[in-house]
T-cell receptor
Framework: DSGVTQTPKHLITATGQRVTLRCSPR?????VYWYQQSLDQGLQFLIQ???????AKGNILERFSAQQFPDLHSELNLSSLELGDSALYFC?????????????FGPGTRLTVT | GEDVEQSLFLSVREGDSSVINCTYT??????LYWYKQEPGAGLQLLTY?????DMKQDQRLTVLLNKKDKHLSLRIADTQTGDSAIYFC?????????????FGTGTQLKVEL
């Protein structure tokens, strides 16, 4: 158990809908990262937040957005969902440093878009 | 740009050593990682190495880094059936604004009795 929690574990929704994935980092970790794992794209970095502020952005679609709240939990919002958005979404957190060496991953949220 | 490559499959017998290889392209990489993913589970950080190191050993795991060839390997000694999983190599090019991980495709390790 990495100490990173993600909810829900599974999510099934229809095309065009909007969903919110939630992540709670390890106690004391200020950085939260979101990754997408799909069969065709592999594991891809989406976005990073550090202490409430966006820190780095990867291959995140404009339909997707994220935020980190004062209690440090983070939410990833996916809207206008398409079949191709079906994937495993991982959250990771890293220790209380701006440049952190270890990222600890949550168990993931499996999103199925039908 | 960043690109990390791994072979897709490796099959070994229980008790043998496994060697999983990875090549990367980003010369500014500062940290290189190995993660393990078991079926239906998240990614477990196994070990990482700083780019000024050649080797790191942690119990049954040995990481070798050839910076000149941009080649990273993970050796698992006395491989057990519980080691069956997908192993991901990842790099982190320090940019001063975070350390996103770029992952390889993953190597599926199958341990046979």
């Amino acid at each position: 158990d990495s100490g990173v929690t993600q909810t829900p574990k599974h999510l099934i929704t229809a095309t065009g809908q909007r969903v919110t994935l939630r992540c709670s980092p390890r106690s004391g970790d200020l950085s939260v990262y979101w990754y997408q794992q799909s069969l065709d794209q592999g594991l891809q970095f989406l976005i990073q937040y550090y202490n409430g502020e966006e820190r780095a952005k990867g291959n995140i679609l404009e339909r997707f957005s994220a935020q980190q709240f004062p209690d440090l939990h983070s939410e990833l919002n996916l809207s206008s969902l398409e079949l191709g958005d079906s994937a495993l979404y991982f959250c990771a957190s890293s220790p209380d440093r701006e440049v952190a060496y270890e990222q600890y991953f949550g168990p993931g949220t499996r999103l199925t878009v039908t | 740009g960043e690109d990390v490559e791994q072979s897709l499959f490796l099959s070994v017998r229980e008790g043998d050593s496994s060697v999983i290889n990875c090549t990367y392209t980003d010369s500014s990489s500062t940290y290189l990682y190995w993660y393990k993913q078991e079926p239906g589970a998240g990614l477990q950080l196994l070990t990482y190495i700083f780019s000024n190191m050649d080797m790191k050993q942690d119990q049954r795991l040995t990481v070798l880094l050839n910076k000149k060839d941009k080649h990273l390997s993970l050796r698992i000694a006395d491989t057990q059936t519980g080691d069956s999983a997908i192993y991901f190599c990842a790099e982190s090019p320090y940019t001063g604004g975070g350390n996103k991980l770029t992952f390889g495709t993953g190597t599926q390790l199958k341990v046979e009795l």
